[in-house]
């Protein structure tokens, strides 16, 4: 009888440990992209002022700056991607648990 109810409880369980599973794995994701991300500002703010010191003229350092923030732009844009991603493969996931656990529940009334 113990067995059978240990039993019973981990299998009403298992969708709760598969939406704690899908979410933990959304924000690795998300962590992984921020440091990505977070490492690449790094490197292009060193870039930059290692170049900066190199100019000469105010065309030089306006140009630069353009390179610059164009750079960063499009390593925002990248991220905002990634992330975007990473939250609809999460929903995606969530939705089709969801959808199996109701089916389910329905199948055993």
């Given at each position: 009888m113990f067995q059978d109810m240990t039993?019973?409880?981990?299998?009403?369980?298992?969708?709760f440990k598969d939406l704690v599973s899908i979410q933990t794995q959304?924000?690795?994701e998300l962590?992984?992209?921020q440091m990505e991300?977070?490492?690449a500002f790094l490197e292009a703010t060193m870039q930059q002022t290692q170049a900066i010191q190199k100019c000469k003229t105010p065309a030089e350092l306006l140009e630069l700056q353009q390179v610059y923030v164009k750079e960063l732009e499009k390593?925002?844009?990248?991220?905002?991607?990634?992330n975007l991603k990473a939250m609809q493969d999460?929903?995606?996931a969530?939705?089709?648990l969801a959808?199996?656990?109701?089916?389910r529940f329905t199948q055993s009334k």
């Open positions: 039993k019973m409880m981990n299998e009403s369980m298992g969708p959304m924000f690795e962590s992984r992209h991300c977070t490492k390593t925002l844009r990248s991220a905002n991607a990634q999460a929903r995606a969530v939705e089709k959808t199996g656990s109701l089916t």
